[in-house]
């Protein structure tokens, strides 16, 4: 069974910065595509970003509300998904998932900016 | 960005009856390796979503087989065939043919 368990959220000023992780169980993680995804209180769900499998050049592309402020990476030994937020906005705050390509996903992690 | 439009966004449905949720793209989605990467999510309340059906038609492991997908290009449909009351929650269809993928606004599933 895979298993997606983010960490990393909390509390933070405008202008702030988090990292968020993302530890995968249960499947090839060097394999896999991985997703962001993120839900604001009480909307729908918004696609942040994905990185490609090492194997297909671990490429990343976000979408254009978080360019040049998020990061996503991963570090394959540890089977861990990344998030680098930085110059966070009141905007930003939401619950963020990973997951693989919609296939599974994590609890999530709330994350809240603000003052 | 590729729109997804999803309709209704509310459906009040009465146990054992079926429920479609219809959704519509701003464009094709169907990728140059020909696939077309259309899914289907449902979100219970306080609970993360849970993939239902993917490129269009392919039942989720352990998805119940009242719920089907159906469509093609840019016009595609999720029925369940008879509702319980374990499917209440919001339903999206989401795009992972085109960067950045998207999601439908989500359509509301509720019991009569």
Redesign the interface.
Same mark, same amino acid.
């Given at each position: 069974e895979v298993r997606l368990v983010e960490s990393g959220g909390g509390l933070v000023k405008p202008g702030g910065s988090l990292r968020l992780s993302c530890v995968a169980s249960g499947l090839t993680f060097t394999n896999a595509w991985m $997703?962001w995804?993120r839900q604001a209180p009480g909307k @729908?769900?918004? /696609?942040v970003g994905?990185i490609k499998s090492k194997t297909d050049g671990e490429t990343a %592309? $976000? =979408? =254009?509300p978080v360019q040049g402020r998020f990061t996503i990476s991963r570090d394959d030994s540890k089977n861990t998904l990344f998030l680098d937020m930085n110059s966070l906005k009141a905007e930003d705050t939401a619950i963020y998932?990973c997951t693989t %390509?919609?296939? $599974? /996903? @994590?609890? @999530?992690t709330p994350v809240t900016v603000s003052s | 960005d590729t729109v997804l439009t999803q309709t209704p966004l509310s459906s009040p449905v009465t146990l054992g009856q079926p429920a479609s949720i219809s959704c519509r793209s701003s464009q094709s989605l169907i990728y140059s390796d020909g696939n077309t990467y259309l899914n289907w999510l449902h979100q219970r309340p306080g609970q993360p979503p849970r993939l239902l059906i993917y490129k269009i038609s392919n039942r989720f492991s352990g998805v119940p087989d009242r719920f089907s997908g159906s469509g093609a290009g840019t016009d595609f449909t999720l029925k369940i065939s008879r509702v319980e009351a374990e499917d209440v929650g919001v339903y999206y269809c989401m795009q992972a043919t085109h960067l950045p993928y998207t999601f439908g606004q989500g359509t509301k599933l509720e019991i009569k």
């Amino acid at each position: 069974e895979v298993r997606l368990v983010e960490s990393g959220g909390g509390l933070v000023k405008p202008g702030g910065s988090l990292r968020l992780s993302c530890v995968a169980s249960g499947l090839t993680f060097t394999n896999a595509w991985m $997703s962001w995804v993120r839900q604001a209180p009480g909307k @729908g769900l918004e /696609w942040v970003g994905r990185i490609k499998s090492k194997t297909d050049g671990e490429t990343a %592309e $976000s =979408a =254009a509300p978080v360019q040049g402020r998020f990061t996503i990476s991963r570090d394959d030994s540890k089977n861990t998904l990344f998030l680098d937020m930085n110059s966070l906005k009141a905007e930003d705050t939401a619950i963020y998932y990973c997951t693989t %390509e919609s296939f $599974s /996903w @994590g609890q @999530g992690t709330p994350v809240t900016v603000s003052s | 960005d590729t729109v997804l439009t999803q309709t209704p966004l509310s459906s009040p449905v009465t146990l054992g009856q079926p429920a479609s949720i219809s959704c519509r793209s701003s464009q094709s989605l169907i990728y140059s390796d020909g696939n077309t990467y259309l899914n289907w999510l449902h979100q219970r309340p306080g609970q993360p979503p849970r993939l239902l059906i993917y490129k269009i038609s392919n039942r989720f492991s352990g998805v119940p087989d009242r719920f089907s997908g159906s469509g093609a290009g840019t016009d595609f449909t999720l029925k369940i065939s008879r509702v319980e009351a374990e499917d209440v929650g919001v339903y999206y269809c989401m795009q992972a043919t085109h960067l950045p993928y998207t999601f439908g606004q989500g359509t509301k599933l509720e019991i009569k």
